[in-house]
T-cell receptor, first 117, second 116 residues
Framework: GAVVSQHPSRVICKSGTSVKIECRSL??????MFWYRQFPKKSLMLMAT?????????EQGVEKDKFLINHASLTLSTLTVTSAHPEDSSFYIC?????????????FGSGTRLTVV | DQQVKQNSPSLSVQEGRISILNCDYT??????FLWYKKYPAEGPTFLIS?????DKNEDGRFTVFLNKSAKHLSLHIVPSQPGDSAVYFC???????????????FGTGTQLKVEL
């Protein structure tokens, strides 16, 4: 089956530093990947849609200069949290779909727990 | 504006019984619905989906029912097993782009606990 690998699974960083999270589709190509954020006991909130070879599409309220997305190849999208602050601490998850049929569902990465201290 | 809602934050069911998880949506443009299962500190795992042209889809112990007029869907798990204990999210998407480019809108999740 389709596998999406996300790395790192857990990261702790100091305020003001930047953190890069990678999302890879291991056995399929994905022209589109999605980045979500989940707060404790809350829903998954779509942050942005990552498009291979073009700019990402950000959801309303998400700062594009804060959350930099790069989708340089058909198998890799990266999310960089710039100048991280404690309020950026959250669980970040990426997803992608290998199929043309939406019924196949999206495969999610295992998530990244970011803690900013 | 929560377009997909799961009004029950938690549900407790005995092993062997049926678990029914509910989901309501407000956006009439949604035409595809999915259910995901999620464990703590892991990404969601796809369970089952249904197109708006259907009212039922079944896969093993999982059945999803869709009532378009009521903008309501439900996931039935029967028989429930302790391993089913997790958070269940419903999600919805709308048409337009084909392929893997349709974004999902998630509900708030329901914590299912299956007790022995």
């Amino acid at each position: 089956g389709a596998v999406v690998s996300q790395h790192p699974s857990r990261v702790i960083c100091k305020s003001g530093t930047s953190v890069k999270i990678e999302c890879r589709s291991l056995d399929f190509q994905a022209t589109t990947m999605f980045w979500y954020r989940q707060f404790p006991k809350k829903s998954l909130m779509l942050m942005a849609t990552s498009n291979e070879g073009s700019k990402a599409t950000y959801e309303q309220g998400v700062e594009k200069d804060k959350f930099l997305i790069n989708h340089a190849s058909l198998t890799l999208s990266t999310l960089t949290v710039t100048s991280a602050h404690p309020e950026d601490s959250s669980f970040y998850i990426c997803s992608a779909s290998p199929t043309a049929d939406r019924g196949g569902g999206y495969t999610f990465g295992s998530g990244t727990r970011l803690t900013v201290v | 504006d929560q377009q997909v809602k799961q009004n029950s934050p938690s549900l407790s069911v005995q092993e062997g019984r049926i678990s029914i998880l509910n989901c309501d949506y407000t956006n009439s443009m949604f035409d595809y619905f999915l259910w995901y299962k999620k464990y703590p500190a892991e990404g969601p795992t796809f369970l089952i989906s249904i197109s708006s042209i259907k009212d039922k889809n079944e896969d093993g112990r999982f059945t999803v029912f869709l009532n378009k007029s009521a903008k309501h869907l439900s996931l039935h798990i029967v028989p429930s097993q302790p391993g089913d204990s997790a958070v269940y999210f419903c999600a919805a998407s709308s048409g337009g782009l084909t392929g893997g480019g349709n974004k999902l809108t998630f509900g708030t999740g329901t914590q299912l606990k299956v007790e022995l």
